[in-house]
Protein backbone atom coordinates (compact mmCIF):
# COMPACT_ATOMS: atom_id res chain seq x y z
CA UNK A 1 0.00 0.00 0.00
CA UNK A 2 0.96 3.37 -0.46
CA UNK A 3 0.38 6.63 1.67
CA UNK A 4 1.20 10.01 1.66
CA UNK A 5 0.57 11.78 4.79
CA UNK A 6 0.57 16.10 5.06
CA UNK A 7 1.32 18.12 7.50
CA UNK A 8 1.92 21.60 8.32
CA UNK A 9 -0.90 23.29 7.88
CA UNK A 10 -3.07 26.04 10.04
CA UNK A 11 -4.20 29.84 10.91
CA UNK A 12 -1.53 32.01 9.48
CA UNK A 13 -1.95 36.33 9.27
CA UNK A 14 -1.60 37.91 5.89
CA UNK A 15 1.98 38.17 5.24
CA UNK A 16 2.80 35.05 7.21
CA UNK A 17 4.69 31.94 6.41
CA UNK A 18 4.02 28.35 6.61
CA UNK A 19 5.70 25.24 5.41
CA UNK A 20 3.73 22.48 4.24
CA UNK A 21 5.56 18.75 4.27
CA UNK A 22 4.14 15.01 2.55
CA UNK A 23 6.30 12.03 3.11
CA UNK A 24 5.03 9.51 0.93
CA UNK A 25 5.44 5.30 2.43
CA UNK A 26 5.02 2.12 1.61
CA UNK A 27 5.61 -0.05 -1.43
CA UNK A 28 7.61 2.32 -3.52
CA UNK A 29 9.94 1.62 -5.91
CA UNK A 30 9.94 5.69 -7.53
CA UNK A 31 8.77 8.80 -7.41
CA UNK A 32 8.06 10.63 -10.65
CA UNK A 33 6.51 14.18 -10.32
CA UNK A 34 5.71 15.34 -6.65
CA UNK A 35 3.45 18.17 -6.11
CA UNK A 36 0.73 20.23 -3.91
CA UNK A 37 -2.52 20.89 -5.20
CA UNK A 38 -5.43 23.08 -3.14
CA UNK A 39 -9.14 23.42 -3.03
CA UNK A 40 -11.00 26.36 -1.93
CA UNK A 41 -14.55 26.36 -0.80
CA UNK A 42 -16.73 26.22 -3.79
CA UNK A 43 -13.96 26.21 -6.14
CA UNK A 44 -12.43 23.41 -7.80
CA UNK A 45 -9.14 21.53 -7.06
CA UNK A 46 -6.10 23.46 -8.64
CA UNK A 47 -2.43 22.55 -9.51
CA UNK A 48 -0.26 24.63 -7.20
CA UNK A 49 3.54 23.66 -8.05
CA UNK A 50 4.86 20.72 -9.07
CA UNK A 51 8.32 19.04 -9.23
CA UNK A 52 9.58 16.24 -11.14
CA UNK A 53 12.06 13.81 -10.71
CA UNK A 54 15.00 15.70 -12.66
CA UNK A 55 13.81 19.15 -10.39
CA UNK A 56 12.14 21.06 -12.49
CA UNK A 57 9.51 23.10 -11.03
CA UNK A 58 6.13 24.95 -12.32
CA UNK A 59 4.10 26.72 -10.07
CA UNK A 60 0.58 28.39 -10.59
CA UNK A 61 0.93 32.04 -11.93
CA UNK A 62 -1.37 33.12 -8.33
CA UNK A 63 1.77 31.79 -6.12
CA UNK A 64 5.11 32.43 -8.51
CA UNK A 65 7.76 34.33 -6.40
CA UNK A 66 5.97 33.41 -3.08
CA UNK A 67 5.73 29.53 -2.80
CA UNK A 68 8.55 27.16 -3.24
CA UNK A 69 8.19 23.55 -3.83
CA UNK A 70 11.09 21.20 -3.10
CA UNK A 71 11.89 17.53 -2.67
CA UNK A 72 13.98 14.83 -0.84
CA UNK A 73 14.01 11.80 -2.74
CA UNK A 74 15.55 9.60 -0.33
CA UNK A 75 13.15 10.65 2.36
CA UNK A 76 10.30 10.74 -0.11
CA UNK A 77 8.99 13.89 1.04
CA UNK A 78 7.98 17.15 -0.24
CA UNK A 79 7.74 20.65 1.06
CA UNK A 80 5.63 23.93 -0.11
CA UNK A 81 7.33 26.80 1.68
CA UNK A 82 4.47 29.54 1.15
CA UNK A 83 5.44 33.36 2.00
CA UNK A 84 3.83 36.62 1.89
CA UNK A 85 0.84 34.80 2.15
CA UNK A 86 -2.42 36.14 0.73
CA UNK A 87 -6.33 35.61 2.26
CA UNK A 88 -7.37 34.00 -1.07
CA UNK A 89 -4.50 31.53 -0.45
CA UNK A 90 -6.96 30.10 2.18
CA UNK A 91 -7.49 26.27 0.89
CA UNK A 92 -7.54 22.29 1.77
CA UNK A 93 -3.89 21.84 0.40
CA UNK A 94 -3.46 18.00 -0.76
CA UNK A 95 -0.06 16.31 -1.85
CA UNK A 96 0.06 14.22 -5.18
CA UNK A 97 2.23 11.97 -5.94
CA UNK A 98 2.86 9.98 -9.49
CA UNK A 99 4.55 6.91 -8.15
CA UNK A 100 5.78 3.55 -9.64
CA UNK A 101 5.33 0.62 -7.38
CA UNK A 102 7.45 -2.94 -6.62
CA UNK A 103 6.39 -5.07 -8.68
CA UNK A 104 4.78 -2.99 -11.48
CA UNK A 105 5.73 -1.44 -14.59
CA UNK A 106 3.22 1.49 -14.74
CA UNK A 107 2.89 4.91 -12.83
CA UNK A 108 -0.19 5.63 -10.65
CA UNK A 109 -1.71 8.45 -9.32
CA UNK A 110 -2.05 8.80 -4.88
CA UNK A 111 -3.20 11.80 -2.98
CA UNK A 112 -2.93 12.95 0.48
CA UNK A 113 -5.71 13.56 3.19
CA UNK A 114 -5.16 17.27 3.20
CA UNK A 115 -4.41 20.00 5.38
CA UNK A 116 -5.98 23.02 6.00
CA UNK A 117 -4.28 25.86 5.20
CA UNK A 118 -5.96 29.50 6.52
CA UNK A 119 -4.68 32.94 6.29
CA UNK A 120 -6.87 35.84 8.14
CA UNK A 121 -6.54 38.23 10.68
Known amino acids: QVQLVESGGGLVQPGGSLRLSCVAS????????MAWYRQAPGKQRELVAVIRNIGSTSYADSVKGRFTISRDNAKKTVSLQMNSLKPEDTAVYYCNADLIRYGTNWSNNYWGQGTQVTVSS
Open 26 to 33: GSIYSINA
